[in-house]
């Protein structure tokens, strides 16, 4: 795994832990969102690779 993609994972899941905290909609879809942009960050890094 390069390292880019070791960053995309640590926020990932430090945005998951975040949204567990939460109950604001607004706040969870944006996050959400976060999340779905640095997946495909992180696709576009590997085309070769399939989740």
Same mark, same amino acid.
């Given at each position: ?6 960053? +995309?994972?640590?926020?990932?899941? $430090? ?5 567990? $905290?939460? /109950?604001? *909609? +607004? /706040? +969870? ?9 640095? +997946? =495909?960050?992180? =696709? =576009?890094? $590997?085309?070769? *690779?399939?989740?």
């Amino acid at each position: 795994m390069c390292k880019r993609c070791s960053e +995309l994972d640590d926020k990932i899941e $430090h945005y998951k832990r975040i949204s567990t $905290h939460l /109950t604001d *909609q +607004l /706040t +969870l879809d944006g996050i959400a969102g976060l999340i779905k942009q640095m +997946l =495909a960050e992180k =696709a =576009a890094l $590997h085309p070769e *690779q399939e989740p």
